[in-house]
C-alpha cells in the first residue's frame, strides 16, 4: 500500500538547471571566455568542484588555489541570486495538482533532493507546506545512487521503504529508488529512465490513482 511519495527536486518539481547554467557562464565570462549550453551539458550530475575543473579546461584557464575557491564562492552566490528571484511560475506543468491530490489522500509527501538549496526554492515557488520531510543535500553524506535520501525521507515520513513511491528524473536518482527498495516512477524519457518501474513525460493528465495502477500492472 503505497503511503508516501518522495519527489526529486530539480526537473521533477522545478527546473533550476538553467541558473546553474547562467552561473556558470557568468564566472566563465568573469575569467575571459564564452560558456555555452553544449558545454553545460557536460556538466550534469558533476559536483561543483569537478564543474569548475571542467569549465578551466574549456577556458584554458588555470587558478591558484584560493582563486579557485574564491571562483567556486561566486559561482554558487550567482546561482543563489538567481533562484531568490524565481516564483511559482517556475513549478513544472501539473505539479502543483498532483501534489495536492496525493496530499488529499493522506498519502505523505518528502523531498528527495542533493540540492543545498531545497528549502529556499521551495519557499520561493510556495510549495513548502506541501511535504511532510524535506531531505536535501544538507541532511545526507552519500550521493545518488546511494539510497541514503530516500531511505532517510522514509524515516522521516514514518514509512516504510515498500509502501513509497519516488518520482525522479536522472538515473542515478532511479538506482538510488531502486536501492532503496522503493518503487520509482521516471520523469522524462523511457530511454533513458529504463530501470524505473513507470516512465511518464510529466505529470499533466495525471493522478496518484492512475499512477498506482500502472504501477501495479507492471508489477
Not at 114 to 136: C, T, W, Y
Amino acid at each position: 500500500m503505497i503511503k508516501c511519495c518522495i519527489f526529486d527536486l530539480d526537473g521533477v518539481i522545478v527546473d533550476t538547471a538553467k541558473y546553474h547554467y547562467l552561473a556558470w557562464k557568468r564566472l566563465a565570462n568573469s575569467l575571459g571566455f564564452d560558456f555555452s549550453e553544449a558545454d553545460n551539458e557536460h556538466l550534469k550530475g558533476v559536483s561543483r568542484v569537478e564543474s569548475l575543473k571542467l569549465v578551466l579546461r574549456l577556458g584554458s584557464v588555470a587558478l591558484e588555489p584560493l582563486a579557485f575557491e574564491a571562483a567556486l564562492a561566486d559561482k554558487n552566490a550567482w546561482y543563489l541570486d538567481y533562484i531568490h528571484q524565481i516564483g511559482p511560475e517556475e513549478i513544472l506543468p501539473g505539479v502543483a495538482d498532483f501534489l495536492a491530490a496525493v496530499r488529499a489522500q493522506g498519502i505523505k509527501t518528502a523531498l528527495g533532493s542533493a540540492s543545498k538549496n531545497a528549502q529556499v526554492i521551495l519557499e520561493r515557488i510556495g510549495l513548502l507546506e506541501q511535504f511532510d520531510a524535506i531531505i536535501d543535500g544538507n541532511k545526507v553524506a552519500n550521493a545518488k545512487p546511494d539510497p541514503e535520501v530516500f531511505l532517510n525521507a522514509a524515516r522521516a515520513t514514518g514509512v516504510a521503504p515498500a509502501d513509497c513511491i519516488v518520482f525522479e528524473d536522472a538515473v542515478a536518482g532511479v538506482q538510488a529508488a531502486l536501492n532503496a527498495g522503493m518503487q520509482c516512477v521516471g520523469i522524462g524519457e523511457p530511454a533513458v529512465l529504463r530501470q524505473a518501474h513507470l516512465v511518464l513525460p510529466g505529470f499533466q493528465n495525471t493522478g496518484i490513482d492512475q499512477v498506482i495502477a500502472q504501477l501495479a500492472a507492471v508489477a
